[in-house]
């Protein structure tokens, strides 16, 4: 399979500040809000929270070996907001800086291209004390950090990801409150979603010219639907379940404003759109990230107006409840090149959460990922083959992390983390993948020496 890919196609693996950094209180770091959601009881399993999580802030040399043994091309990472400016805005902090600046260049001495995310869901808890994503002040106060971050690392970073995954922060965030700050209020997400695209639009501008020559794009959670039946019904709630995944998102970002049923099914409550955000949100992109997990299997609701997601107990699914559904993946960006044409594509997270255990040898086993993993790039090498250009590919994730509400025990990484001691065992998919890669750019064995 591995041949299927050009040879200048970026293979890499993802992460977030806050689920691998640790070092919460160090160096004059502020709080976020999700220090406060982890300090809630009852939020996060087990009360835990990212505190010390990988300690990557300490530990990143020895995550960028690990990453040249990989042979990674790429490393996409998130840059703490609350590390830049402690209180939201305002006061820069040097020491936050400092460390993104470190970070970059030991990447690019390993000859790794740096893919950072602005907002990967750590808001400064001073701004969610404001109204936070709700109020579209805090998509101002982006645009601000957005420009003190590309002022400093702008002249060697070459690829900007704006946010990560609007949905989530609008859904999981504002509505279902499962996710800090763990608000529930279909308008606080409707705005939110707002502000964060809102947010998104302007910054591309100020990084572009922070960061000359770099391209800019933005991470979505996408998923492909697909109706139960051939059922009018079914069909009617599949499309239901796109427009809120995933043309709620795309549709704004490609210069069509928000899907008009969609807008219908949530009047009166909706989006706080003014004059030109709309245009603002339509900034042209470089490049789209799509992470894919799982699709939808949709059901019309014969009782309510919201579908039903069917599942199949014989079906496979990962640690998480997560189908296991390649060919979602493929279909997915075969549907993205042909309604949105992007100019580029990059996949930022795909990935699987098994349970993981050690060996009596000291080794982890984990032939499910692996498995998830050769038949996911198989089904992005199908999509190339038909066209669509996709540049790169990120694997969620690099370590085992903090899995926000579900705490440390849902284990996505290639690496394992003993977190007792924090000692990082390459996984059998660290192997797999740096077979995979050295494969796909005809080397006929992985360096030895790397
Ligand atoms: C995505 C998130 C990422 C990680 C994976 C499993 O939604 O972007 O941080 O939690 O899911």
Same mark, same amino acid.
């Given at each position: 399979?591995?041949?299927?890919?050009?040879?200048?196609?970026?293979?890499?693996?993802?992460?977030?500040?806050?689920?691998?950094?640790?070092?919460?209180?160090?160096?004059?770091?502020?709080?976020?809000?999700?220090?406060?959601?982890?300090?809630?009881?009852?939020?996060?399993?087990?009360?835990?929270?990212?505190?010390?999580?990988?300690?990557?802030y300490?530990?990143?040399?020895?995550?960028?070996?690990?990453m040249?043994?990989?042979g990674?091309?790429?490393?996409?990472?998130?840059?703490?907001?609350?590390?830049?400016?402690?209180?939201?805005r305002?006061?820069?902090?040097?020491?936050?800086?400092?460390?993104?600046?470190?970070?970059?260049?030991?990447?690019?001495?390993?000859g790794?291209?740096?893919?950072?995310?602005?907002?990967?869901?750590?808001?400064?808890?001073?701004?969610?004390?404001?109204?936070?994503?709700?109020?579209?002040?805090?998509?101002?106060?982006?645009?601000?950090?957005?420009?003190?971050?590309?002022?400093?690392?702008?002249?060697?970073?070459?690829?900007? +990801?704006?946010?990560?995954?609007?949905?989530?922060?609008?859904?999981?965030?504002?509505?279902?409150?499962?996710?800090?700050?763990?608000?529930t209020?279909?308008?606080?997400?409707?705005?939110?979603?707002?502000?964060?695209?809102?947010?998104?639009?302007?910054?591309?501008?100020?990084?572009?010219?922070?960061?000359?020559?770099?391209?800019?794009?933005?991470?979505?959670?996408?998923?492909?639907?697909?109706?139960?039946?051939?059922s009018?019904?079914?069909?009617?709630?599949?499309?239901?379940?796109?427009?809120?995944?995933?043309?709620?998102?795309?549709?704004?970002?490609?210069?069509?404003?928000?899907?008009?049923?969609?807008?219908?099914?949530?009047?009166?409550?909706?989006?706080?759109?003014?004059?030109?955000?709309?245009?603002?949100?339509?900034?042209?992109?470089?490049?789209?990230?799509?992470?894919?997990?799982?699709?939808?299997?949709?059901?019309?609701?014969?009782?309510?107006?919201?579908?039903?997601?069917?599942?199949?107990?014989?079906?496979?699914?990962?640690?998480?409840?997560?189908?296991?559904?390649?060919?979602?993946?493929?279909?997915?960006?075969?549907?993205?090149?042909?309604?949105?044409?992007?100019?580029?594509?990059? +996949?930022?997270e795909?990935?699987?959460?098994?349970?993981?255990?050690?060996?009596?040898?000291?080794e982890?086993r984990?032939?499910?990922r692996?498995?998830?993993?050769?038949?996911?790039?198989?089904?992005?090498?199908?999509?190339?083959?038909?066209?669509?250009?996709?540049?790169?590919?990120?694997?969620?994730?690099?370590?085992?992390?903090?899995?926000?509400?579900?705490?440390?025990?849902?284990?996505?990484?290639?690496?394992? +983390?003993?977190?007792?001691?924090?000692?990082?065992?390459?996984?059998?998919?660290?192997?797999?993948?740096?077979?995979? +890669?050295?494969?796909?750019?005809?080397?006929?064995?992985?360096?030895?020496?790397?």
């Amino acid at each position: 399979m591995a041949n299927h890919f050009p040879t200048d196609f970026l293979w890499g693996a993802a992460t977030a500040a806050y689920q691998i950094e640790g070092a919460a209180a160090e160096d004059g770091r502020g709080e976020s809000i999700w220090d406060r959601f982890c300090a809630t009881p009852g939020k996060v399993r087990n009360g835990e929270s990212g505190a010390v999580a990988c300690d990557f802030y300490h530990r990143y040399p020895e995550d960028i070996a690990l990453m040249r043994r990989l042979g990674l091309d790429a490393f996409r990472f998130s840059i703490a907001w609350p590390r830049i400016l402690p209180e939201g805005r305002g006061r820069v902090n040097a020491a936050g800086l400092d460390f993104y600046d470190r970070l970059v260049d030991e990447l690019l001495a390993n000859g790794i291209q740096p893919f950072p995310t602005l907002y990967h869901w750590d808001l400064p808890q001073a701004l969610e004390d404001a109204g936070g994503w709700p109020e579209r002040a805090t998509a101002e106060a982006f645009v601000e950090y957005a420009e003190v971050v590309a002022s400093r690392l702008g002249d060697r970073v070459k690829h900007w +990801i704006t946010h990560n995954e609007p949905w989530v922060v609008a859904w999981l965030g504002h509505a279902l409150g499962v996710h800090a700050p763990g608000r529930t209020s279909t308008q606080d997400a409707l705005s939110a979603s707002h502000h964060v695209l809102l947010s998104h639009g302007w910054a591309v501008d100020v990084l572009r010219r922070e960061s000359p020559g770099s391209e800019v794009g933005i991470a979505l959670a996408l998923t492909h639907t697909y109706p139960a039946s051939e059922s009018e019904g079914d069909r009617q709630a599949a499309w239901w379940a796109d427009g809120s995944f995933n043309r709620w998102y795309l549709d704004p970002l490609f210069g069509r404003g928000y899907p008009d049923d969609m807008v219908e099914h949530f009047a009166p409550q909706g989006p706080p759109v003014e004059e030109g955000d709309l245009e603002a949100i339509a900034a042209p992109l470089d490049f789209l990230g799509a992470n894919y997990y799982f699709r939808q299997l949709v059901q019309e609701d014969p009782d309510g107006d919201r579908p039903i997601l069917v599942r199949d107990p014989d079906w496979s699914f990962t640690a998480m409840g997560w189908e296991v559904y390649p060919d979602g993946l493929h279909d997915l960006l075969v549907r993205l090149r042909t309604d949105y044409d992007p100019p580029a594509i990059y +996949i930022f997270e795909n990935g699987a959460a098994y349970d993981d255990v050690r060996g009596h040898d000291g080794e982890v086993r984990d032939p499910e990922r692996q498995a998830y993993l050769d038949e996911h790039l198989a089904a992005v090498g199908r999509a190339v083959d038909d066209g669509v250009p996709v540049r790169g590919y990120f694997v969620w994730s690099l370590l085992d992390n903090f899995e926000w509400a579900e705490g440390y025990w849902k284990r996505f990484g290639i690496v394992y +983390i003993d977190y007792p001691t924090l000692a990082r065992v390459p996984k059998g998919s660290f192997y797999w993948y740096r077979n995979f +890669i050295a494969e796909a750019r005809g080397e006929q064995e992985w360096r030895a020496s790397a």
